[in-house]
């Protein structure tokens, strides 16, 4: 774990938490970047009661959990070359610390060959002054996130109702539940026997589209591939800053069959869930000739970029990314779209036409 150093107290703003997705999106991708591949979320009061995250990851050990929600206390930085050409779009150390400013957070946790866990509770950064205590536990993590808010009263006030909460928890966990297929992800209500989302250990990510979003959208996508530039995309940090776009993309679109209510993006860029207005729009505008009035695309793509490309810094909750040659990429990654699509529908009228 390395505790502050110098580069790190940069001015960049604090992870900011609005509401129980915010939280459970940073707690979803420690578990991954933990390496699990189980994760379980329990919800209660649409996250605004208590937001819960197991998972069987690695877990944190003994010694680390007295600075574990100490701003810009993370395991995963080793250099400022790493905050430079940073991959992974977080905000590094910020999310425990500022989940512990708004919640009472407790941590129970046990790393492998252990013959138990230790559970510890935070608030303001701070461990509790009882520090750990043994506990039973299964080798990974276990988070619970109680009382969102309680000690801002607007912010609390400015939530939406517990089902549009629990909705938005069930969109990001939904978009991470298709990016990173394989890994089983439930999410479940509280006192619930059915959970709302539930995707299998080694499932595909055609499968999890499918548990996700329904099959009717399952049936009408197709796979897309791209890339641009000679491959350079997703290089380590430090890799030469050059002239052109550089990006690797892969994904599932809609076909030309298919009409949605309204246009349901998934788009990661480095690993993270982000959204991307301009690209959003260009793809839109590309549907809107092929499909009939009204209906709308089903899009989930991943796009690799060299890490010093991504810029984080639009947008304080990370959601909105704004990319270096970004009208390039854009144009790119719809001009594959619009050929896919051209191309599967002539296919299909001539299938037609025989
Ligand atoms: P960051 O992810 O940027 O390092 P966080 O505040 O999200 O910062 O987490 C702080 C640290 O806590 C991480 O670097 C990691 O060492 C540890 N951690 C958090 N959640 C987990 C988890 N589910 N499993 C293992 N370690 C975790
Ligand atoms: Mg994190």
């Not at 909705?167 to 439930?186: D, F, H, N």
Request: glycine content about 8%.
């Amino acid at each position: 774990m390395t505790s502050s150093t110098a580069p790190l107290t940069d001015p960049r703003p604090r992870a900011c938490l609005q509401r129980p997705a915010n939280a459970l999106k940073e707690m979803l991708e420690n578990s991954l970047d933990a390496g699990a591949t189980q994760i379980i979320v329990t919800v209660k009061d649409g996250g605004k009661a208590l937001l819960q995250i197991q998972d069987n990851g690695h877990g944190i050990r003994k010694e680390d959990l007295p600075v574990l929600c100490e701003r810009h206390t993370t395991s995963k930085l080793r250099s400022f070359e790493d905050l430079e050409g940073i991959q992974t779009l977080g905000f590094r150390g910020e999310a425990l610390a500022s989940i512990s400013h708004v919640a009472n957070l407790t941590v129970t946790t046990m790393t492998a060959g252990q013959p138990h866990g230790w559970r510890v509770a935070y608030s303001d950064g701070i461990m509790d002054l009882a520090g750990p205590k043994p506990a039973a536990a299964n080798r990974g993590t276990l988070i619970s996130v109680e009382c969102l808010f309680a000690n801002i009263p607007l912010r609390r006030k400015a939530l939406k109702s517990a089902a549009e909460e629990n909705r938005c928890l069930l969109e990001i966990m939904g978009a991470y539940a298709v990016y990173k297929a394989g890994v089983s992800m439930t999410c479940k209500r509280q006192g619930e026997a059915r959970s709302d989302l539930h995707t299998l250990a080694g499932a595909s990510r055609l499968d999890n589209i499918r548990a996700v979003f329904g099959a009717a959208v399952s049936k009408h996508v197709l796979p897309l591939e791209l890339t641009c530039g000679d491959g350079a995309a997703g290089a380590g940090p430090g890799e030469a800053a050059d002239a052109g776009v550089h990006c690797e993309v892969e994904g599932y679109i809609s076909n030309a069959d298919f009409s949605g209510k309204r246009t349901q993006m998934v788009l990661f860029i480095n690993g993270r869930s982000v959204e991307c207005t301009a690209l959003k729009r260009a793809l839109e505008a590309t549907y809107a000739a092929v499909l009939p009035k009204a209906a709308k695309p089903f899009i989930f793509l991943e796009v690799r970029l060299p890490g010093s490309h991504v810029d984080v810094n639009v947008h304080p909750t990370k959601k909105e990314v704004g990319f270096l040659h970004q009208e390039e990429l854009i144009e790119a990654v719809r001009a594959a779209v619009e050929e896919k699509l051209l191309s599967t529908n002539s296919k299909r009228m001539y299938a037609q036409m025989l």
